[in-house]
């Protein structure tokens, strides 16, 4: 007999009894042929006979169990709880990435004429590092900001997945190992072909040791970039994919449109390999905002991956 999964009552014995869906067929356990272990006290979670109507109900025993009721006692058929169906990842509308994807490109192509352009009058090296991030980022942001109040609900954290957990902690670096992985086997394979590549961060180390320069870097690759990147490629762009395709394609295309946004025409050829390869962190970084359903970790990952290249390149080591 199906009965509402909220009804609920107090037993005799004080303990809370609720119907819950019956499990699926195959889950019941065949009755055992010994009789059942004798349970604590002589109406501890018996509630009266005729109280319920037959059905499976949480077991006032032991928790995370529904055991049967038949409707006098409490029978030897009992079975784990079964989980509540995940609800589907959020999505957001095509255009809403679509439209991410180009205000990003036209922002980082953008920043750089413009960069070049203020070159001429020779200013401090960190005043340049922190007009291209504003150019470069903050037309997206107030564009994904847009973007969910107008597509969305009304608010860039939950729409981007910005938030977290102390799990994540844990979860971050797991995420960096697993694109470290990737980033080896691609670039092995990258090198071992023949396929040109060229480092993004070649030439920092060339550029002077200004402590300003040095700062407004870090800050830019470390802090920024991660925070920016992750809230339109894993955030607003993954969402919109997954409206109109398949998580697997989904995640493959963003992870590609990531390798692309970091194409520069100086690199000419060397663009191919980097692609290749920073291709291969997006797709673990997407996989993980989507399996996770939220960025935080995809931010983590991104921030130690950056944190590590600036220091090599700072260093000098990158040979």
């Known amino acids: 007999m199906d009965q509402p999964a909220s009804t609920s009552t107090e037993s005799g014995g004080g303990v809370s009894v609720r119907e819950v869906p019956a499990p699926p067929v195959g889950l019941l356990a065949p009755p055992p042929t010994d009789p059942p272990p004798r349970r604590p006290g002589p109406a501890a979670g018996v509630p009266p006979a ?14 995370g169990v529904v055991r049967y009721w ?17 609800p589907p990842h959020p999505t957001l509308p095509l255009a809403a990435g679509v439209g991410a994807l180009v205000t990003i490109l036209v922002s980082l192509v953008a920043s750089r004429y413009l960069v ?16 291209a991030g504003l150019i470069g980022y903050g037309p997206v942001m107030a564009y994904c900001w847009w973007a969910s109040r107008r597509w969305g609900r009304r608010s860039l954290r939950s ?22 992985a990737s980033q080896m086997v691609l ?62 394609l989904a995640i493959a295309l963003q992870a590609v449109l990531f390798g ?8 000419g050829s060397g663009n191919i390999g980097l692609v290749i ?26 921030a130690i991956v950056n944190a590590i290249a600036m220091t090599i390149a700072l260093l000098g080591l990158a040979e």
């Open 277 to 302: 390869v920073l291709s291969g962190a997006g797709a673990v970084l997407g996989g993980a905002a989507y399996l996770f359903r939220r960025i935080i970790p995809s931010v983590i990952a991104h």
């Open 50 to 63: 005729g109280a319920f109507p037959p059905g499976w109900y949480l077991d006032p025993y032991v928790a």
């Open 260 to 267: 692309l946004a970091h194409f520069d025409p100086v690199r």
């Open 159 to 180: 729409d981007s997945g910005f938030f977290g957990r102390w799990a994540d902690a844990g979860w971050g670096p797991v995420t960096w190992l697993c694109c470290l």
């Open 70 to 86: 038949d409707g006098r006692q409490w029978t030897p058929w009992a079975v784990a709880r079964p989980k509540p169906p995940r």
């Open 116 to 131: 070049d352009w203020l070159a001429t009058y020779q200013w401090p090296i960190a005043v340049y590092v922190t007009i």
């Open 187 to 248: 670039g092995i394979l990258v090198i071992t072909t023949g396929i040109p590549f060229s480092n993004n961060t070649d030439g920092i180390d060339t550029v002077g040791g200004e402590r300003g320069y040095v700062i407004a870097l870090l800050v830019l690759a470390v802090v920024a970039a991660p925070l920016v990147e992750e809230i339109v490629f894993r955030g607003i762009v993954l969402k919109s994919f997954l409206s109109v395709m398949r998580a697997p």
